[in-house]
């Protein structure tokens, strides 16, 4: 295996996409190679040419969740989803960057079955044990996405800045189709680079877990208040980051029998998110 | 003198009538309560070592030309390897061997189970051995698999025979029942998890082997290996000098012991094999899931007068079948009471004991109905405890040799006595409750055992036995025993464990019986060394042996004279002074357990069904306590082992084909320090006066026995909720508010309609 240190952006993206993967703090990418869910020859090294930092709105795609966590000036739902993601240890490494690139935690695909995600026939959770699955978005693939802060940044509206690119975070997630399994829109060679905030009125991010701490969520949902308008993210529900219309959607949910109480944790999330983002600023 | 007797042995609930060879235990128990040292609390006296990372663990063991194994293991729950091809793996770069079915009974060519060894490889490296094991050509024939508990009960498909019990008679005692309460509760498979993986060394040298393991016990794997090789006993050493973790499921060789010997045989090198945290989680023992459908009835005064039960133990492929009814037999007293085990033989990954097996489980049961009862009749859960109160053991007619759970009751009233103002904490969605549960086990171990001394010139002692340490602090323990006996300071004493070619022979630690059997060993061998310096001072100070005494390492006698140790013992010069001291048996015709009590204070959420745990109040008895500091710390572990199984653990199968889904820390999920709550440890600490010198039972299980139930009674008495099954997840939270939204709707409308 070969480990590349491009020196810059440019030249980083020119390495990547034949099969390289880009490697920044590692904590999703080396799991996934030693469980051979995913090979690479080459790892590019991104560290040295991804920005690190906060900025007033901007944020490096290469802050660590522990730095964001940390920054008075984040607004508060972001700063919860770091808070409440994963462990100290695994926040001091991960990235954000990296973080909303996260694969699912679903037990099928991370145990390599042949399923429809990995580009087989079906989906094994729909039939299986399912209780960690989605309840929206679930027609083909039942998994769940895991990430805490892309659930944030989808209700915070926040946009990306790539090598190629200028997008909202919402552009950056597709549910994934029968000729692309993909769940996200990023090029193999696209690095993204920063992560721009908007400055809500108030937000806030409820996670519910198996256990209080270093624990995927059950459900978690963003809420970020610009003046009367809410706009709700929910993590853990469906293949993607899920954006919700209104409280009112979650009816339209289309559970699995095992995840049908995942919907009553959502409506008490969303309803107390509601409530915090009444009155609460930033 | 030796004694030649018959006597039931018990190990984690399971007897056997075993001839045994027990030596007198003639020394008198020392008086109750804290003495010099014993009783007292005490840090580890390989604390500092094993903070610093000095304790040698088998996973640290690094041998010369050492090689590593992987294991092959079948991804289907019941299958048949009709064709192996091997050549691909030993043609492989850094592999030295590989074998398969034909070669090692370990290995099979029929697997049962997912995670069933198939063939192994040892290479220079982990990770050529596991990158040759890929290259193993399997044609596999897969099979249907049995998976469902009741549908092998459907089918006999047993591990064992059936275990029915029935005293006085069950039907008429129904007959008799003003209030009658059913319900059908069911746990899960949780894992052991332990920190060090299951794993061994095998060395051969010099026509024998020796194993280094993390074990349970040094001489059960010398037994099972030897028989397994073909060897004398003495041609196989085994060594255990830290250990990381075992919980019941490390007291046999499993398969990687035969695998890596077999490997090391072949190879002529050293060869490791050591599961994989995904292996450990998949192949290395669980505590088996179970069915209980059970009936408890009960006149209107809350006299129990019948108790019932079917319990199906989903086994696995192999494995044994706990006691799960043992708690609805064993705790009250009740004249009429039947049940039946049914030991289920599925195509899943075999049990292995696990920190009380059968009674975790039966206990939460058993307590959560004791508890509608209480609802039923009226009666405060306590009070109804105390009314079925079993002055001995109603299923053979013996009697106890010490109970003190009616003081374990009486310590529990302060804490249950807060449940008005726990209650009241209740705000918003967050409803507070308090619930208790009683706990019943054994704990008394046996004999054999024994234990040898040396005291040096320099007044030192060192303890040689051929024990292990599985991390529950004993040779903190066996120092403070020898400590006290010999009357030296504790730094004095060493002790010299894990090495089965170093000490005679020594107990399991299983069953919480380590301090029970070893520590009455270490005691009596600590006299035997004691005499022998009275003797040698009452010659030496022309004084008479009764008058003299070892206190603090000096030698004391009644007329005020006081010498330091080495005065006496400084005389041997290079000289020793040996003990040696074996354990006696257990008091003839008594029933030896152990019991407590824990009251639970826990928060629910009752609209994300998020349970909390605030608050646990954990009152044993467990005889004489010998380390104040170690017991609180196994009380704790325990408390906390069982919140997991209570709360968030879970091993998931798919359910089509068996095929274990959590297989990874992730996934597997243990509680965090943050989901730990108070615990509050109160030990009775009465000598049980009828047991050894010591009076000591075992402490390492009683504490995981009552949490699920204590928590499971707290939630029904914060909610109204009824609790069936572990564990407790959102979704089990959300059924059980709902019916219990139901059942008060119902009564409502009752009521209305009246």
Known sequence: ?282 | MARLIRTEKEVEGRYEEVWIVVDEDALDQWPAGPLTTVGRRVPRVDGLARARGQAQFTADLQLPGMLHTAVLRSPYARARVTSLDLEPARSAPGVRAAIGPADEDQLTAEPSYVGHAVAAVAADTFSQAQAAVERIVVDWEVLEPLLDPDEAVRQESFVSDVARYERGDFERGLGEADVVVEAEYRTQVVVHNSLETHQAVCHWEDEGITIYISTQYIWGIRAAMAAHLGLPPDKVRVICQAMGGGFGAKNSPGDYTPIAAELAKRTGRPVRCALTRREENVAAGNRNATIQRLTAGATSDGTLVALGGDFVNAVGFSGWSATTEGPMKMLYSCDNVRTTQYPAKLNLPPMAAFRAPGFVEGTFALECLLDELAVKLGVDPLELRRRNYADSDLTDDRPFSSKNLAECYRRAEPHWAKRDEVRARSQGPWKHGIGLASQIWYGGGGPPSYAWIRVGSDGRAQVVTAMQDIGTGTRTAMAQIAAEELGVPLGHVQVSLGDSARGPFASISAGSSTVPSMGPAVRSAAADAKRQIIEIAAQRFHLEERVLDLREGRIVSADGGSWPLTEVTGLLESGQILGKGARGPNPAGMQVLTFGVQVAEVAVDVETGEVRVDKIVAIHDVGRVINALGAESQVEGGIIQGIGHTLSEERIVDPATGSVLTRTLDAYRMPTIADVPEIVTELVDIPDEHLTNLGSKGLGEPPIIPVAAAIANAIRDATGAEIRSLPITREEMFRALREADAREKERRGAAAAV
């Open chain 1, 1 to 282: 295996m070969e480990l590349l240190r491009p020196s810059s952006a440019e030249e980083a993206t020119g390495a990547l996409g034949n099969g390289s993967r880009a490697l920044a703090g590692g904590t999703e990418l080396v799991p996934l190679m030693r469980d051979g869910l995913l090979k690479a020859e080459t790892l590019v090294d991104v560290r040295g040419v991804v920005p690190r930092g906060i900025a007033g709105n901007r944020i490096g795609a290469g802050t660590t969740l522990a730095e964001l966590e940390l920054d008075a000036q984040i607004p508060q739902a972001l700063r919860e989803a770091c808070a409440q993601a994963a462990s100290p240890q695994l926040r001091s490494m991960g990235t954000i960057g990296g973080n909303l690139l996260q694969a699912t935690r679903c037990w099928y695909w991370r145990l390599g079955f042949d399923c429809w995600l990995h580009g087989g026939e079906k989906c094994f959770a729909k039939d299986g044990a399912q209780r960690e699955h989605a309840i929206f978005g679930n027609e083909q693939c039942a998994s769940a996405h895991p990430s805490d802060v892309a659930a944030a940044l989808l209700a915070l509206d926040a946009t990306l800045r790539t090598t190629r690119r200028e997008f909202a975070v919402a552009e950056l997630y597709r549910l994934p189709t029968e000729e692309n399994r993909n769940v996200t829109t990023l090029a193999p060679d696209e690095l993204v680079l920063e992560i721009e905030l908007t400055t809500p009125d108030a937000s806030t991010y409820l996670k519910a877990m198996d256990r209080r701490k270093w624990a995927f969520p059950i459900v978690g949902v963003a809420a970020a208040r610009f003046g009367s308008e809410t706009r709700f993210a929910l993590a853990g529900v469906a293949p993607i980051p899920w954006l919700l219309d209104s409280a009112a959607a979650l009816d339209d949910a289309t559970p699995l029998p095992g995840t049908a109480y995942k919907i009553e944790i959502a409506r008490a999330l969303v309803r107390r998110a509601t409530h915090a983002v009444k009155s609460a600023s930033r």
